[in-house]
């Protein structure tokens, strides 16, 4: 089993920034993906970001492209998700995410693809 827990968000003025961080314990040596999702209130969870951990390549929204960066520890037992520029439409409850496969890399945003989920962490963005 692994265990993730976020912390890092808050509210903050639009153009503002705000780093998540994402704290995994337990069977994490076998994990070679992990990501950020988030929900806002009546929309489905989407992916905001994903990295593979080995090879450290990342994929992003098209939403958050130049704007997030997603990374990771040097003991790849924390992720990371620097975002700046927020705007109001990236309010919502932050996920951290861990999958136990490779997937495939087109699919990575789909939430059916992961295997272990934190509790969130919420992210609102005032105009």
């Known amino acids: 089993q692994v265990q993730l827990v976020e912390s890092g968000g808050g509210s903050v003025q639009a153009g503002g920034s705000l780093r998540l961080s994402c704290a995994a314990s337990g069977y994490t040596y076998n994990i070679p993906r992990m990501g950020w999702f988030r929900q806002a209130p009546g929309k489905e969870r989407e992916g905001v970001a994903c990295i593979y951990t080995d090879r450290g390549s990342t994929y992003y929204a098209d939403s958050v492209k130049g704007r997030f960066t997603i990374s990771q520890s040097d003991a790849k037992n924390t992720l990371y998700l620097q975002m700046n520029s927020l705007k109001p439409e990236d309010s919502a409850m932050y996920y951290c995410?861990?999958?136990?496969?490779?997937?495939?890399?087109?699919?990575?945003?789909?939430?059916?693809?992961?295997?272990?989920w934190g509790q969130g962490t919420q992210v609102t963005v005032s105009s």
């Open positions: 995410a861990a999958a136990a496969n490779f997937g495939i890399p087109s699919m990575w945003a789909s939430p059916e693809t992961w295997h272990y």
